[in-house]
Each structure stands twice: as C-alpha cells, then as structure tokens.
C-alpha cells in the first residue's frame, strides 16, 4: 500500500487526523496503542490526530504506511487513502479548512503564516530591528523572528522542541504588536482571519 505522501498539508492531514482521533476513541484505543502499530511516537500521532503537523513529524508521517492505521482502527483497506486524497481538492485553500477544538488552537499554521509575512513587511518597512520590535511587544528578537516565520503553536504537544512561540503567548501582545508596527487596531486578527492580507490590503 501507499505511503502517506510527505508533501500532504496540514489541512490534509488535519481531515485524516480528525476521523483517526473519532475512530480511536470509538475502539477505546490509547494513542500510544495506535502510535507503536505505525512505528511512530506517541507526539508524532498526537500530531496527526491534530493536523498541526511541524516539518519534522511531517517527515516520520511520510514514511508511515497507510494500510497500518486501516488495520489497527479496524476500517476497509484504503479508507485513510481515500480520505486523503478527498480533501485534495485544488478549489480548496488551507485557510479555509477548519480546525477542531482539539487542536487546542485558534489558528491554523497558514493564518500565522499570513501574519509573520505583514509583520516581516511591515517590520521592514519602518525600517525597524528585530530587537526593537522585541522590546515594544514587551519579548524578544527571537520571538519576532518566530512570529515571521509563523512557527507559532497552539499545542506544545506537537511543536518542534524550543523553538516556538505558544499561540497564547503571541495573541496577548497582538495589540501592542499593531501600536509598534503602526496598525490600526484589530488588524492583526483581520490578517489571522484572513479578512485582509496586510494593512495595506
């Protein structure tokens, strides 16, 4: 059988993950049950079961056989292929595709995406240092340099060993983020809600 395609996105796998995490629970599976049937860590299935896949577990997942997770959630052979490749529909972007609340996330990675690209142009734009803009969000250089990257998570469960930001963390200083870049306010949530892309659209 197929292997997952390591080229899947989040959104992909988050469908996938979603029915696997109904189906476990309905079976009184442990993740740890599941994880060792595909030969994957407890974190990397929890990540699967979340579709908020980082690079790293986004690459172990693409080496997992799908007829594995078939056999131990008890479906038809195919049913995770075609679950996959279901939600593959190029009319379809990322951002649209909704997350679940055990996720533990209100964002999904494409909207943080979305806003680390403003805040790098706008950053730019003012002409501004990481570090400074560190100190006006009251955190670092490193955490604006997190926050253009878009490496922010809302499960630490599935997030690349330190090296994010928590969601939480980054959402209590979206307002003096817009003050230190010059928004108005409430436009860092326009851009995570993908209302608008950048304040200047």
């Known amino acids: 059988m197929p292997a997952i395609v390591s080229s899947f996105t989040h959104p992909s796998w988050g469908s996938l993950g979603d029915r696997a995490h109904t189906r476990r629970q309905a079976l009184h599976l442990s993740q740890a049950a599941v994880a060792k049937h595909l030969g994957l860590t407890v974190r ?6 979340s579709g908020f896949i980082p690079p790293d577990v986004n690459e172990r997942l693409g080496k997992v056989k799908l007829h594995l997770l078939d056999e131990v959630l008890n479906w038809e052979p195919g049913t995770s292929l075609n679950m996959l490749t279901a939600v593959l529909e190029p009319s379809r972007e990322a951002a649209s595709i ?46 604006v340099l997190r926050i253009e990257n878009g490496q922010i998570y809302g499960d630490p469960r599935t997030a690349p060993p330190g090296d994010y930001n928590s969601e939480r963390y980054i959402l209590k200083r979206l307002p003096l983020l817009e003050m230190a870049l010059e928004w108005e306010a409430g436009q860092a ?8 892309v950048s304040p200047t659209t």
């Open 98 to 143: 909704a997350f679940t609340p055990g996720d533990r996330s209100e964002y999904n990675r494409a909207a943080w995406a979305r806003l680390g690209a403003a805040v790098l142009k706008a950053r730019q734009a003012l002409k501004m240092s990481k570090p400074v803009l560190g100190y006006a969000i009251k955190s670092t250089g490193k955490s």
């Open 44 to 49: 990397d299935y929890a990540a699967l079961e």
């Open 189 to 196: 949530r326009q851009i995570l809600d993908g209302t608008i």
